[in-house]
């Protein structure tokens, strides 16, 4: 083509009415199958001067002549707008697939187009006209979800972002303000680091924004070039130019399909501060309103016939083999690992117990969710093998901290005789440490999905619940 494009609204023409100035617009979201209708009525002029003509040609033309010039008016084909062959001076009204240019009806039959792939020109037409009226729909259809995208995904990510800067800055003053003196360095450096972040992503969601809205507008100036070549374009022109429509096409299926990403999140721990968690920990552990469970008790319905309780419920004890005795069934019993659980459910505010492990050499203790596996030798019943229990483990003199199957080793400089743990669910921290001197032994900072019970496992000795 040599005309320049320009993007446009689909228009459908029709014949005027009483009271129209002019031709009714149609709006994007219109079917493109009524604006080609529209296109095609408005195009049609009698050809009244040339009926005789056309009369003689029919009888002497090759077969079905007649009724491409029937198709060519149901098709959209400009009727007034056929060259003229220079050789046979007749209408190009086929198209030579072998040579790729317009042909007249003559040519086919006895021209130098004979036994090559001929189509009328009108069957050609409504082919190439049927693929852009696809190819405009996927554009459109492809525009529409660039759209929601930028006006649903990110819109609702940078609201997410302002809500978890605002929770990460709190959480940030809550724990310094316990200790500001010691801390106010700490505190700079912790509210520069969630700015920074926030920053990020506010700079990745701009990025996303301006690169997503870049790719709507040229698709949209595609589409709408594509438009303009679909509907004002003369057949002969457009069955010529398939080569540069299918360039345009090839660049619009580069814009690509927008996706959410973790760059689009604030980082969780960008607020996290070891340093900040131990002396807070230490803070709420030591002053006036320290936290205590003292209704905790193991709930016996989850012992494991492979260990006694006491009598108060506070001291969970490994059996040997010879005193054991098989308890009544209960679905909420452990049947095949030494375990316990609280009867504690935390989730809100925050808590701490304290445990004495000092006679035991084998131990876990922490918190799972209530859906942990109760029966059978499997991972999913066992503390710390799985995605729904977090243990902290002494077993041969090694301290090590258990999630999901995975150990972490703890340097332990000695040896607890009372371990406490405490369960922060605003922060969604947990914090094991050491009862005497509140030193801290490890902690988690997770977003935990359900309710949390404190989880007890011993293979050597006693261990005892403390108030």
């Not at 604006?35 to 079905?64: H, K, Y």
């Not at 988690?444 to 989880?455: I, R, S, Y």
Request: hydrophobic share 35%; aromatic share 6%.
């Amino acid at each position: 083509m040599t005309e320049e494009l320009t993007p446009c609204d689909l228009t459908c023409p029709s014949s005027p009415t009483p009271g129209a100035s002019g031709p009714k617009e149609t709006g994007f979201d219109q079917p493109i199958f009524s604006v080609l209708s529209g296109g095609v009525e408005r195009r049609r002029r009698p050809q009244e001067e040339r009926e005789e003509e056309e009369e003689e040609e029919a009888e002497t033309s090759p077969a079905g002549t007649t009724a491409t010039a029937t198709a060519d008016a149901e098709s959209g084909i400009f009727s007034g707008e056929f060259e003229v062959c220079v050789e046979h001076e007749a209408e190009l009204d086929w198209f030579c697939g072998t040579e790729r240019k317009l042909i007249c009806s003559h040519c086919a039959i006895v021209g130098p187009c004979h036994g090559h792939t001929v189509t009328p020109l009108a069957t050609r037409v409504t082919a190439v006209r049927n693929r852009l009226v696809d190819v405009c729909e996927k554009m459109q259809l492809q525009a529409l979800r660039i759209e929601r995208f930028i006006e649903q995904t990110l819109t609702d990510k940078e609201r997410k972002l302002q809500l978890a800067a605002t929770s990460a800055r709190e959480q940030v003053l809550a724990q310094v303000g316990a200790v500001r003196e010691a801390l106010e360095e700490e505190e700079q450096r912790l509210l520069e680091e969630v700015q920074r972040e926030e920053e990020r992503v506010e700079q990745c969601l701009l990025t996303q924004r301006a690169h997503w809205s870049q790719a709507l507008a040229s698709l949209t100036q595609t589409r709408s070039g594509l438009v303009h070549t679909l509907t004002h374009t003369p057949d002969g022109q457009l069955v010529t130019s398939v080569q540069e429509i299918a360039d345009r096409v090839e660049e619009a299926d580069g814009v690509g399909e927008p996706c959410d990403t973790e760059q689009l999140s604030l980082t969780r721990g960008c607020s996290d501060s070891r340093l900040l968690r131990g002396l807070w920990a230490s803070a709420v552990l030591l002053g006036p309103n320290a936290y205590g469970s003292s209704s905790l008790r193991f709930d016996e319905r989850t012992v494991s016939p492979l260990l006694s309780l006491s009598d108060d419920l506070y001291t969970l004890t490994f059996s040997p083999k010879k005193s054991r005795q098989l308890p009544q069934y209960d679905p909420a019993r452990f049947d095949r690992w030494p375990n316990a659980l609280g009867s504690l459910s935390v989730s809100s505010g925050t808590h701490s117990w304290v445990v004495d492990v000092g006679q035991s050499g084998a131990f876990k203790v922490g918190v799972c969710y209530a859906s942990l596996e109760r029966k059978g030798s499997g991972d999913e019943a066992r503390l710390g093998q799985n995605e729904r229990s977090w243990v902290l483990s002494h077993y041969d003199g090694d301290y090590s901290f258990w999630h999901a199957g995975k150990k972490e080793p703890l340097q332990v400089a000695r040896k607890p005789q009372r371990i406490g743990l405490l369960v922060d669910w605003t922060s969604q921290t947990l914090l094991f440490y050491e009862a005497d001197s509140s030193a801290v032994l490890h902690s988690v900072t997770h977003q935990f999905g359900a309710p949390l019970l404190p989880a007890f496992a011993v293979t050597d000795r006693s261990i005892t619940i403390l108030h």
